[in-house]
């Protein structure tokens, strides 16, 4: 297995991918007649299913991750670490490309998950695009790739059901080619959040800074504390009887205030 990089709290320690592409390899080299087909129906879910996870053209939900751990029996600290890194970031299990990172991550993709939990939801494109102020063919097709990934899924009486009650963690970037993605991503949070300062009342939203001079080859520290500070605080939201009424979203940013050139560094 990789070593985790401690310089880099957004490198997990298991790629969940390549150790399923590995196991099946190994298994593979003791049963030559082992078929990527046999595979998936030994650990009980179907071939295209695997074979779109392996190849990274599939999210990797905690469902079916749990689902594919008990078919491969495995030891149990092996199997609890893999459920550990996939907590801690779901996203380093796929092939992030700069159009799938965009579609995981437009603002109104979680938005639209978290929505489902709200009182009243109603599976209606029309009336979930009005609450999160949404062109009406923005959210069809959001609703679209949600559940062609299995975030969302279709309930008995077809309402739409969140799959995995989980935020999503814009990705770092070191995930995609282009920095122009996550520039784009977290400039439209950023803009989201402009709007709410000036359309809300100061009672219904927190806004918090920190002026600060540091060293700023401790940004690696700041990294790991803000994954552990969000971490504690979708648990203190996301408690059990919870009265969901209303979506909001959890904004950390930490950038330079002063122009210091290399040379002065």
Not at 16 to 32: D, G, M, T, V, Y
Not at 181 to 188: F, L, S, T
Not at 206 to 215: K, Q
Request: charged share 25%; proline share 3%.
């Amino acid at each position: 297995m990789n070593q985790s990089n401690s310089a880099n709290p957004f490198k997990m320690d298991v790629d969940i991918r390549k150790f399923l592409n590995e196991e099946l390899q190994k298994r593979k080299s003791k049963n030559s007649g082992l078929s990527l087909r046999t595979f998936a129906k030994k650990i009980g879910i179907s071939h295209s299913t695997l074979s779109q996870i392996l190849s990274g053209k599939r999210t990797l939900t905690e469902k079916t991750l749990r689902q594919i751990l008990a078919g491969l029996n495995l030891d149990s600290s092996l199997e609890q670490r893999l459920l550990q890194a996939f907590e801690k970031n779901p996203a380093c299990f796929m092939e992030v490309t700069d159009q799938s990172l965009m579609m995981t991550n437009a603002w109104y993709y979680d938005a639209i998950l978290e929505l489902t939990l709200v009182q009243g939801f109603q599976s209606d494109e029309e009336w979930i695009a009005r609450q999160l102020n949404l062109s009406i063919e923005e959210c069809r097709q959001a609703i679209a790739n949600l559940i062609k990934t299995e975030a969302l899924i279709y309930g008995k009486n077809g309402e739409l059901i969140c799959n995995a009650h989980k935020t999503q963690k814009t990705a770092g970037p070191e995930l995609v080619s282009s920095i122009a993605v996550i520039n784009q991503i977290q400039a439209e949070f950023a803009l989201k959040e402009h709007a709410a300062i000036l359309g809300h009342p100061v009672e219904e939203r927190s806004s918090l800074g920190l002026t600060i001079a540091i060293d700023p080859t401790d940004l690696p520290k700041f990294r790991r504390a803000a994954w552990e500070f969000m971490t504690q605080v979708h648990e203190l939201l996301n408690h059990e009887g919870a009265n969901r009424k209303e979506v909001f979203r959890l904004q950390l940013g930490f950038f330079p205030l002063t122009e210091i050139t290399n040379s002065q560094k």
